[in-house]
């Protein structure tokens, strides 16, 4: 973000030298451009956060390796201290110009009332499994995020969401952890108030490991089918009307990438489900080649633009290429034509690849033609 505020400093002050536009709106351009310039860490900075973080985890260790020593009253005030020096240090450190070192001691707070939960039910014996404490982690570190509006505490509330949503979710013998969806809902609601896309970003990606998991307790093709026309509907919206859904979601316009990584995981679901099935052969067929041109459509449509989508179809290209090979050939080649079928397929892949990438990457001619 920094190397592009300073390159458009430069094309304003090169525009104004042009006589394309005058000094007072030079001027507010670049007032715009700081205003929305995100500061970058410095090494130092960066440093302060993990040594921050280092002490956090160091006061924990040291409470814990002595915990029966320590008052039982001693322990409370010591971890409660760390929690409000973590959450009030941070908060005059941001206000005084010091976001990094701000932030990082409030993801030591955090970190601290996680550790708090444990240490304290185990010194008062309260009953509980480790998901429920997760859970309660979680909802603080969420309520310390709406509080302070902090980005990194609400993407560290998601990621604790995750933690607890794979505990049950591989825990067979539990209820399916439905409640994440409910958690998603309201993280993505909060992630609007403290100005998080990250958590957004990562929100959407967990919520696609929810319906992976899903598919492991029920059956495949209830959930595989709805999330690959959900995702081919989200992409056409994204792509068709991208200025008004970018402005509900603020994704910052990778919403088709996101779609694109949905439609290919409902159908990975699917032909996995498929490809067990001798019956089912003509299926997998199917399932492939909707596959591969939900792939060449996704780069014809949106690939231009972002190029984090185009390596999301080249890496689901290669996985089809890939299933394929194993569901329908391998009867057909020995152990030297798989290696020599693979070399074919990673060539035909790179020419694609820089095909693909020199076209995307050429200078749009049509406006010079016209």
Not at 116 to 131: P, R
Not at 145 to 174: C, Q
Request: charged share 15%; hydrophobic share 60%.
């Amino acid at each position: 973000m920094a190397g592009y505020s300073s390159r458009v400093r430069l094309d304003i002050a090169r525009w104004q030298q042009a006589g394309l536009i005058d000094a007072p709106t030079a001027d507010v351009l670049t007032r715009d451009v700081e205003a929305n310039e995100r500061k970058s860490l410095s090494f130092g900075s960066i440093l302060a956060m993990m040594a921050a973080l280092l002490f956090g985890a160091a006061i924990l260790i040291f409470i814990a390796a002595n915990w029966e020593v320590i008052p039982r009253l001693v322990r409370v005030a010591a971890l409660f201290a760390v929690i409000l020096a973590g959450y009030v240090g941070g908060a005059v450190l941001k206000m005084r110009d010091h976001a990094a070192i701000g932030e990082a001691l409030w993801i030591v707070a955090a970190a601290a009332f996680g550790g708090s939960i444990a240490l304290i039910g185990q010194m008062y014996h309260l009953s509980g499994d480790e998901a429920s404490a997760v859970v309660t982690w979680g909802a603080g570190t969420a309520l310390a995020a709406v509080a302070l509006r902090s980005n990194p505490l609400t993407v560290a509330a998601v990621g604790i969401a995750d933690a607890w949503l794979f505990l049950k979710g591989f825990e067979y013998r539990a209820e399916f952890p439905h409640l994440f969806v409910v958690m998603a809902l309201v993280l993505f609601a909060v992630s609007f108030w403290t100005r998080s896309q990250a958590a957004r970003h990562l929100i959407i990606l967990s919520v696609l490991f929810y319906l992976v998991l899903l598919v492991t307790r029920y059956d495949t093709l209830p959930v595989a089918i709805p999330l690959v026309v959900a995702s081919v509907l989200l992409f056409i919206a994204a792509i068709f009307a991208a200025g008004p859904v970018d402005r509900i979601l603020q994704l910052g316009g990778r919403l088709p990438m996101h779609a694109l990584i949905g439609f290919l995981t409902g159908l990975a679901m699917i032909q996995f489900e498929l490809a067990d099935e001798s019956s089912y052969s003509s299926g997998f067929a199917i399932a492939s080649a909707v596959a591969l041109a939900g792939i060449v459509a996704a780069i014809v449509l949106g690939g231009r633009e972002s190029r984090g989508l185009r390596w999301v179809a080249y890496a689901g290209f290669a996985f089809e290429l890939a299933i394929i090979y194993v569901v329908m050939l391998q009867s057909m080649l020995d152990t030297a034509g798989f290696f020599l079928a693979a070399a074919v397929a990673l060539a035909v892949l790179a020419f694609i690849i820089i095909r693909i990438e020199k076209r995307m990457n050429a200078p749009d001619m049509t406006g010079a033609a016209a």
